[in-house]
C-alpha cells in the first residue's frame, strides 16, 4: 500500500485529495484568522479556495508534474518512454505521453460528457413539453440548460476536436508525436477535471450555476455558490484547451516532415493551426472575466459593481472577446474534417486549396472583430452596432468560400455515400441553413426582434449541432478503423445518420417559427399559443436522443469485435493512413518524405508522401530505415 | 543487443528503439517558440484586465486615482528594480553560454533576490494605501492589475529558482542552457509588463 502510494496513480492522487482538501482548511482558515475575521472556518471560503487547488494537487497525485519536477530538482531524468503507448485498457486511465494514447482519452471523455449534457438536454425537452410546470422547478430548469451548454461547449466539442486532432495530426504532418509530450498529458488530465466540477455543482446548496453558459455578471456574481465551480471549471478548461494549442502550434510548425511545406500540409492540419491560434489569443480574455467574476465574489471586488463604480457591461464586452471567437474553435477543425472527408470519398482534389486555407487565416482575423453582435440589445453605446452588423455580414465571405469550395469539390467527382460522406454532406447542407440564420441576425433590427427567443436557440444548434457535431461524427467514422484497427458497421452508421438527420431537423427548425412568434428562450414556462409545436419538438427530440445510443452502440461493439480494418480502407493519401491500423507504437519507422500535394486524386500515378515500410522496401537501402531488422 | 537475440516482427521491434528523431521544420528552437505563444497567451490574459481597466477609468469614468493619490516614487524605484533584474538576467544567460559557472551563479541569485525585493516594496506599497478592492471599482482594477501582476512575479521567481536550483548543481553549461534561456525569456517578459502596468496605472 505504501509503495502503490508513492507512485504516481489513483492511490497517490486519492491521497494527494485528501491532503489537498487538508491544505486548503488549514489556508483558509489560517488566513482568516491571521486577518482576524470572524468566523474563522468559512464553508465558502474553504469551498472556493478548495476548487482552485484541490485539482492541482489531484494532478501531482495522478503523475502529471512527476517528470518536470525531477528535472527541475535537478536529480537525473530518465526518458525510458515508460509512459509511451498502451498494452491494455488500464493504460487509458493512466498518465501517458502518447498522441495517439491522449487522442483516445480526449475523444472519450468528451463523448461521456456529451451523453450527459445531451441527457439534460432530454430534461429540459421533458419540462418543456407542454405549458406549465412538468417535472423541474424553474430554478432546477435554469442550472440544466446551464450546464448542457456548458458541458458541450467546454466538455464536448471543443475538447473533442483537441483529441481526433491529437490522434491524427502528428501522424499527417509525419512527426512521431506531439512537440510536447508531458504537457499535452497534462492538458488531457485538466479536462475531466473541470468536468466533474461542472457535475458537482449540482451538489452544492442554492442549486449548480444557472446564469447560463454566458454567466453574465452581475447575476453571475449575486448567484449562489454553485456559480463558482463554473467560475473556476471555465479555469481548467481554459487552461486546458491553451496548452494543447500552444502544443498543435509548435507542434506544426517545427515538426513538419521533410518535404511538408505549408502549402502542402492536409486542410486538417491547417484548420488546427487557425483554430490553435485563436484559441492562445482569446482563450485568456474568458479566463480574465472569469477571475474578475471570482475576485467579485470572493474578495468583494467591484469591477461588476455598479455601486462601488464597475461596469455590468464590460463583463460582456471581455466575454464575447473570447466567445465569439469561439464558436470559430468550435467550427473550424470540423472545417479539416470535412475537407479530408469530402475529397477522399469524392476521389477529386479539393476544390480551390489555396482559398481554403486563407479563408481558414481570414476568419481567424475577422473573428475578432465582431464581438459585439452578441450584444446589440445590451445597452451598449449604439454606434458600436453598424460596424459590428458590417463586419459580422463580412465574416460570412470567407465562410461561403468554403462551403462553395465544399460544392465544387463534389462536382463531377466520383461520390461514394458511406456513413463519413453522408454526415460531411449532411454537415454542408446544416451549416449553410445555420450560416443563413446566422447572417439573419447579423442584422441589427432583425436582431433585436429575436434577441432571446428561440430562433437564437435554432441558429446556435444549427452550427453547434447541424455543424460541430455532424463533423465531429464524420471525423470519428472515417478515422473509427484507423484508430482501433477495426471497421464500424455501416448500415447501423447509415441508420445514425438518418435518424439523426431527420429528427434533428424535426427538433430545431420549428423553433425558428416559435422564435419569430416570440417565445423566450431561458424560461421553463411558456404561452399555450406554442404548446404543439413544443409536443412535436419534445418528441422528436427524444427519437434525435435515442438514435445517438445505436451510435454509442455500434463503436463499442466494432471495437470490441468489429472486421478487422486494413491500412487505407478508404483509398486516402494523406500519410496517416500510410502506415499500419492503428498506428505502431512511434508511428513510423523513418520520418516520411513528402514529394507531392495531400489531395491529388484521380490523378494517375499521385503520391504525397514516402512512408519508410521496410516490409515494402519502399525505401532505399542504407536510408536508416532497416536498421535493427537484419 | 535483445533485438538481435529475437527474430523480432515490426511490432515488437519498436520497443527496443525509441521513435524516431523528429524532422527540424523551422529554425526556431520548439521551446522557445512554446514560450513565446505562451507569452502571447498572458499578454491577452493582460489585455482583458487592461480593457477593464479602459472600461471603468474612461468609459465609465469612476475616479482616478483611487484613493488619496498612488505612491509614484515607490513604483518607480520598483520599476527600476526589476529592470536591473533584467539586466542580470541576461548576464546570467550570456554566462551560461560562455561556460563561466560563477558568473551564472551570481547572476542568478542577484536576478532571484532583486524579484524577491520587487515583490517586498509591492506588498508594503499594498498595506500603506490606504484603501482596498473593496473601496470602489478603480481600487479594485488597481489591484486586479498590480496582483495579476504580482503574481507573474511569483511564477517567474519559481522557475528562476528551479533555474538556480539547476545551476548550483552544474546542470547547466553551453551545451545544455534552454532549461535557463526559458525561464529567462518569461522573466524579460515580466519585467517588460511592469513597464506597461506602471506606465497606465502611475504615470497617466
Known sequence: ?630 | MEAAAIPAPAAQDDHHHGPPVANQSSRVNSEVLGILLFIISEIMLFGAFFAAYFFIRVVNADGWPPGAGLPVAVAATNAAILLSSSVTMHWTDVSAKRGNQAGMRIGIVTTFLLGCTFLFIQINEYLHLGFTPKTSASASVFFGLTGLHGAHVIIGLLLLWMSAVRIFKGKVGPANYKGLEVPGIYWHFVDAMWIVVFTTIYVL
Not at chain 1, 329 to 345: D, K, Y
Not at chain 1, 448 to 470: E, K, N
Request: overall charge positive; charged content about 10%; aromatic content about 16%.
Open chain 1, 1 to 630: 500500500m505504501a509503495s502503490k502510494i508513492r507512485q504516481a496513480g489513483w492511490y497517490r492522487a486519492l491521497a494527494f485529495t485528501i491532503l489537498g482538501i487538508a491544505v486548503c482548511i488549514g489556508l483558509s482558515t489560517g488566513l482568516r484568522a491571521a486577518f482576524g475575521l470572524n468566523p474563522v472556518y468559512d464553508g465558502t471560503a474553504v469551498l472556493q479556495i478548495s476548487l482552485l487547488m484541490v485539482p492541482i494537487f489531484f494532478l501531482g497525485g495522478i503523475g502529471c508534474f512527476d517528470y518536470w519536477l525531477r528535472w527541475a530538482s535537478g536529480r537525473k531524468v530518465v526518458d525510458d518512454h515508460a509512459d509511451h503507448g498502451a498494452k491494455s485498457w488500464k493504460d487509458y486511465f493512466k498518465v501517458n505521453t502518447d498522441h495517439k494514447v491522449i487522442g483516445i482519452q480526449y475523444i472519450c471523455v468528451s463523448f461521456f460528457f456529451m451523453f450527459v449534457g445531451g441527457l439534460m438536454a432530454m430534461l429540459v425537452r421533458a419540462e418543456l413539453a407542454a405549458p406549465g410546470r412538468q417535472f423541474v422547478d424553474p430554478n432546477t430548469y435554469n442550472g440544466l440548460f446551464s450546464v448542457h451548454a456548458t458541458l458541450l461547449i467546454f466538455l464536448f466539442v471543443i475538447p473533442v476536436f483537441a483529441g481526433i486532432a491529437n490522434y491524427v495530426l502528428p501522424l499527417m504532418i509525419g512527426a512521431p508525436d506531439m512537440a510536447f509530450p508531458r504537457l499535452n498529458a497534462l492538458s488531457f488530465w485538466m479536462l475531466p477535471l473541470a468536468g466533474v466540477m461542472m457535475l458537482l455543482s449540482f451538489l452544492a446548496p442554492g442549486g449548480s450555476f444557472a446564469a447560463g453558459w454566458t454567466a453574465y455578471a452581475p447575476l453571475s456574481v449575486d448567484a449562489p455558490i454553485g456559480q463558482a465551480f463554473f467560475t473556476i471549471a471555465v479555469q481548467f478548461a481554459g487552461a486546458s484547451s491553451i496548452a494543447t494549442a500552444l502544443n498543435f502550434l509548435v507542434t506544426i510548425i517545427t515538426m513538419r516532415a521533410p518535404g511538408m511545406t505549408f502549402f502542402r500540409m492536409p486542410l486538417l492540419v491547417w484548420a488546427n493551426f487557425s483554430t490553435s491560434l485563436l484559441v492562445v489569443i482569446a482563450t485568456p480574455f474568458i479566463a480574465a472575466s472569469q477571475f474578475m467574476v471570482l475576485l467579485d465574489r470572493a474578495l468583494g471586488f467591484n469591477f461588476f459593481n455598479p455601486a462601488g463604480g464597475g461596469d455590468v457591461l464590460m463583463y460582456q464586452h471581455v466575454f464575447w472577446f473570447y466567445s465569439h471567437p469561439a464558436v470559430y474553435i468550435m467550427m473550424l477543425p470540423g472545417f479539416g474534417i470535412i475537407s479530408e472527408v469530402l475529397a477522399t470519398r469524392a476521389r477529386k482534389p479539393v476544390f480551390g486549396y489555396r482559398m481554403m486555407a486563407f479563408s481558414l487565416l481570414a476568419i481567424v482575423l475577422l473573428g475578432f472583430t465582431v464581438w459585439a453582435h452578441h450584444m446589440f440589445v445590451s445597452g451598449m453605446p449604439n454606434w458600436v452596432r453598424i460596424p459590428m452588423m458590417a463586419t459580422t455580414a463580412i465574416i460570412a465571405i470567407p465562410t461561403g468560400i468554403k462551403i462553395f469550395s465544399w460544392v465544387a469539390t463534389l462536382w463531377r467527382g466520383v461520390l461514394k455515400m458511406d456513413t463519413p460522406m453522408l454526415w460531411a454532406t449532411g454537415f454542408i447542407a446544416m451549416f449553410t441553413l445555420g450560416g443563413i440564420s446566422g447572417v439573419m441576425l447579423a442584422m441589427v433590427p432583425l436582431d433585436i426582434h429575436v434577441s432571446d427567443t428561440y430562433f437564437i436557440v435554432a441558429h446556435i444548434h444549427y452550427v453547434l449541432f447541424g455543424g460541430s457535431l455532424f463533423t465531429i461524427f464524420a471525423g470519428i467514422y472515417f478515422w473509427f478503423p484507423k484508430m482501433t484497427g477495426r471497421m464500424f458497421n455501416e448500415k447501423l452508421g447509415k441508420i445514425h445518420f438518418w435518424l439523426t438527420f431527420v429528427f434533428f431537423n424535426l427538433t430545431f427548425a420549428p423553433m425558428h417559427l416559435i422564435g419569430v412568434q416570440g417565445m423566450p428562450r431561458r424560461v421553463s414556462d411558456y404561452a399555450e399559443q406554442f404548446a404543439t409545436w413544443n409536443m412535436i419538438i419534445s418528441i422528436s427530440s427524444f427519437i434525435l436522443g435515442l438514435s445517438s445510443l445505436i451510435f454509442l452502440y455500434n463503436m463499442v461493439a466494432s471495437w470490441r469485435s468489429g472486421p478487422k480494418a486494413s491500412s487505407n480502407p478508404w483509398n486516402s493519401l494523406t500519410i496517416e493512413w500510410q502506415v499500419s491500423s492503428p498506428p505502431p507504437i512511434f508511428n513510423f519507422d523513418t520520418i516520411p518524405s513528402v514529394v507531392g500535394g495531400p489531395y491529388e486524386y484521380g490523378v494517375p500515378g499521385a503520391v504525397h508522401a514516402i512512408v519508410g515500410d521496410p516490409a515494402k522496401d519502399l525505401v532505399p537501402a542504407g536510408a536508416g530505415a532497416t536498421e535493427g531488422h537484419s
